[in-house]
Antibody
Framework: EVQVVESGGGLVQPGGSLRLSCVAS????????MSWVRQAPGKGLEWVSV????????YYADSVKGRFTISRDNSKNTLYLQMNSLRADDTAVYYC????????????????WGQGTLVTVSS | QSVLTQPPSVSGTPGQRVTISCSGS????????VYWYQQLPGVAPKLLIY???QRPSGVPDRFSGSKSGTSASLAISGLRSEDEADYYC????????????FGGGTKLTVL
């Protein structure tokens, strides 16, 4: 069974940092692009970032570019999101999502999602 | 305001057919695949449609996707109460350096 499980969320002050992790199982992690998608309370989905299967390619939303870094360790089946200079509008549930493999690795087609981890940025 | 525009809400009665639209531009829907997601309250989204009109295994054929030019649509036929959820379209946008984008979401109410 394919599973992706996020962790690392919590309460952080504005300007602070946090690192999210996503552990994958049930599939060959090194074969698929992986992404982060977030959802602010009561709001819609927002694409955050994507990384290629071999970690040679990354893309970011303008809203997080220069502050967030996506990475992965294929030996540990783990995806990361390093979040720096956090702002109140970064408050959201952050989902880890597996690329569906039906097209280019960066496309927002996600066939498995985690349960999400809540990040709250507040003083 | 999202790059992809969806109606905030649609409604229908059981058994009816409803459609949800998603309007974009050449740099996203016009040149890239469209995806559709269903999100029930309190849970992660579920992929309904990929590559414009393909259904993952396990998704009922009541759900169908289509695309024309810079617009896409999700159709749900034989509406059921359990279809009441938020629906999102998504696509890659190849303008600037490239980025993913979701529509603002559409709340489907089954009356």
């Amino acid at each position: 069974e394919v599973q992706v499980v996020e962790s690392g969320g919590g309460l952080v002050q504005p300007g602070g940092s946090l690192r999210l992790s996503c552990v994958a199982s049930g599939f060959t992690f090194s074969d698929d692009g992986m992404s982060w998608v977030r959802q602010a309370p009561g709001k819609g989905l927002e694409w955050v970032s994507v990384i290629s299967a071999s970690a040679t390619g990354t893309y970011y939303a303008d809203s997080v570019k220069g502050r967030f870094t996506i990475s992965r360790d294929n030996s540990k089946n783990t995806l990361y999101l390093q979040m720096n200079s956090l702002r109140a509008d970064d408050t959201a549930v952050y989902y880890c999502a597996k690329g569906d493999g039906h097209s280019s690795w960066h496309n927002p087609g996600f066939d498995h999602w985690g349960q999400g981890t809540l990040v709250t940025v507040s003083s | 305001q999202s790059v992809l525009t969806q109606p905030p809400s649609v409604s229908g009665t059981p058994g009816q057919r409803v459609t949800i639209s998603c309007s974009g531009s050449k740099s996203n829907i016009g040149r890239q695949y469209v995806y559709w997601y269903q999100q029930l309250p309190g849970v992660a989204p579920k992929l309904l449609i990929y590559n414009d009109d393909q259904r993952p295994s396990g998704v009922p054929d009541r759900f169908s996707g289509s695309k024309s030019g810079t617009s896409a649509s999700l159709a749900i036929s034989g509406l059921r109460s359990e279809d009441e959820a938020d629906y999102y379209c998504a696509a890659w946008d190849d303008s600037m350096s490239g980025f993913g984008v979701f529509g603002g979401g559409t709340k489907l109410t089954v009356l």
